[in-house]
């Protein structure tokens, strides 16, 4: 079984603050999707990862993939109040065609 | 990417009774997952559809609770069938888009009491 570590599960900063969220697991991934979930709605994928040691860019926030695609993480820079939501990762891992998701990190930055 | 209308968006049901759970994309896809998100929780596949087969169910999740059609290649429906209130959950629809990504639908809110 393929198993998807998230952490922290929650974190609660202030506004202008840096901060890193983990996925790791024991299994390779074919690629890794980070994606944000607002109440109400589905997921939103925010960046796809493919090759080992890949970064990402999307305006504040830094996606990187590990050398073994193993584990990823997500970076917010200068964090700001539209930024809380629940940060969810997920492995699509070889030949299974399917996501397995972490337990998502629920983010929350106070004003 | 895809577009998906999922509805209902929420309901309150009986235990006991059934509810189906639609889902339609704006285009064909082969494709289609259903997920299950307990309260607080991160997202579990519930099974893949495909069309013109038998959905492929997760471990823990069987045909006769949670029956799935996929008639055509943009429609798919699940029933959560016999519902108990351990049954509350969001049920989301999902495809593949493009091999980049995932889309979501907005999620059916069920609450048994």
């Known amino acids: 079984t393929q198993l998807l570590e998230q952490s922290p599960q929650f974190l609660s900063i202030q506004e202008g603050e840096n901060l890193t969220v983990y996925c790791n697991s024991s299994s390779v991934f074919s690629s890794l999707q980070w994606y944000r979930q607002e109440p109400g709605e589905g997921p939103v994928l925010l960046v796809t990862v493919v090759t080992g040691g890949e970064v990402k860019k999307l305006k504040r926030l830094t996606f990187q993939f590990g050398d073994a695609r193993k584990d990823s993480s997500l970076h917010i820079t200068a964090a700001q109040p539209g930024d809380t939501g629940l940060y969810l990762c997920a492995g699509d891992f070889q030949g299974a065609q399917k996501l397995v998701f972490g337990q998502g990190t629920r983010l929350t930055i106070n004003p | 990417s895809a577009v998906i209308s999922q509805k209902p968006s929420r309901d309150i049901c009986q235990r006991g009774t059934s509810l189906t759970i639609q889902c339609q994309v704006d285009?064909?896809?082969?494709?289609m997952f259903w997920y299950r998100q307990q309260p607080g929780q991160s997202l579990t596949l519930i099974a893949t559809a495909n069309q013109g087969s038998e959905a492929t169910y997760e471990s823990g999740f069987v045909i006769d609770k949670f029956p799935i059609s996929r008639p055509n290649l943009t429609f798919s429906t699940l029933t959560v069938s016999n519902m108990s209130p351990e049954d509350s959950s969001i049920y989301l629809c999902?495809?593949?888009?493009?091999?980049?990504?995932?889309?979501f639908g907005s999620g059916t809110r069920l609450t048994v009491v």
């Open positions: 999902s495809v593949l888009t493009g091999g980049l990504g995932y889309t």
């Open positions: 285009s064909q896809v082969t494709m």
